[in-house]
């Protein structure tokens, strides 16, 4: 009877080829100076007895863990479970990042941190004690909060910074804000819109002026106005329901809407259909995130998709690089794309 999968160890690998405990680890984690003759014999044992690494024998090679951690707000995310208003961001970087991390032989586990001062300190250096990262992905807002970059820095653990164009140690990664709210606002102008409203996320995040200079640079270059068609919400659905109202009880409402996200734009959708406007005729409606939920309203949200999953295993590939070579220099964007579905139409004639 063979060996049980589960029970196989590296040191059964080592005595099965005839080789050292070193010379395993050496080939599980593809190190150079491994002869080709001496590599196909381990991996010939591995195959042979059906070994699956672990994260304990690829550490006998040196310091590395072979463990990306990526850092998430405990109050939004926690508030976001809850809700189970079907937003993804969690998903979709686990998604990015777990696949890209299984391809290179690491794991990726996520923590939840809490943005106040007197307990970020404490609760980043516990996890960094007991996991030993090799990177760290930060995302908004902790990817901001120098308390945070200033420990990682410190201690010399590469890090990626995501939704962020500020300097600062660590590289900075965004899903290209600006050029996504120009791809929706390009998108409403086509369609003969003139007055298209902005209703953009808290000063906090840095992305909401992003999006904010986005939108107005496409209208500024069709030479449309922008006064008084900008509004602030937090991302969430009370806050979107505030904003749109402002909006459309403007003397001269705009005749279409870009919400920066996707639970504003619901709040959106409900604002108008409780004033009697039917979307698109009346209105039209370009959402942010495209999680699932735009797919199944009345009528489905167009949408611009963020690159979350794409972003997140970009920020995996350059921290696993960043034994050998140091990331490109500037912000890196992975920039999103238009999903145009049916709320969006041509613009009412006047």
């Not at 014999?41 to 690829?58: C, H, N």
């Not at 953009?200 to 270059?221: E, Q, T, V």
Request: glycine fraction near 8%.
């Amino acid at each position: 009877m063979g060996r049980r999968r589960q029970s196989v160890t590296i040191k059964h690998v080592a005595a099965d080829a005839g080789v050292s405990l070193q010379t395993v680890s050496r080939v599980i984690n593809n190190e150079p100076n491994v002869r080709p003759a001496m590599k196909e014999r381990v991996q010939a044992s591995i195959d042979k007895l059906g070994y699956v690494p672990s994260i304990a024998a690829q550490r006998m090679s040196g310091s590395r863990s072979y463990i990306i951690l990526a850092l998430n707000d405990r109050d939004l995310t926690i508030a976001d479970w809850k809700a189970r208003e079907g937003r993804d961001w969690v998903d979709q970087m686990l998604l990015g990042g777990m696949e890209t991390c299984a391809a290179h032989g690491y794991r990726m586990l996520i923590e939840l941190v809490d943005t106040h001062n007197d307990h970020v300190e404490r609760e980043l250096g516990a996890a960094i004690a007991a996991l030993q990262p090799d990177g760290v992905i930060l995302t908004p807002p902790h990817s901001e909060n120098s308390l945070i970059t200033g420990l990682l820095a410190d201690r010399g653990i590469p890090f990626a910074r995501i939704g962020t164009t500020q300097p600062g140690p660590g590289f900075a990664i965004t899903m290209g804000d600006t050029h996504n709210a120009r791809l929706a606002t390009d998108h409403l102008i086509e369609l003969g819109h003139e007055r298209i409203g902005f209703i953009a996320g808290p000063a906090d995040f840095s992305l909401s002026d992003r999006r904010i200079h986005g939108w107005k640079a496409g209208m500024d270059d069709a030479e449309l106005p922008t006064e008084g068609l900008c509004e602030r919400g937090d991302f969430g659905f009370e806050s979107g329901t505030h904003a749109a109202k402002k909006l459309l009880e403007l003397d001269n409402p705009p005749t279409a809407i870009i919400a920066s996200s996707d639970q504003m734009t619901l709040a959106t959708l409900e604002v108008a259909r409780k004033r009697g406007l039917d979307v698109p005729k009346d209105l039209s409606l370009v959402s942010f995130d495209n999680s699932p939920i735009v797919r199944f309203t009345q009528p489905p949200l167009t949408a611009v998709d963020q690159p979350i999953a794409a972003t997140t295993s970009r920020a995996v590939e350059l921290l696993i690089e960043a034994r050998r070579k140091a990331p490109p220099e500037g912000v890196i964007s992975v920039f999103g794309e238009l999903v145009v579905r049916g709320s969006t139409a041509r613009a009412p004639r006047a």
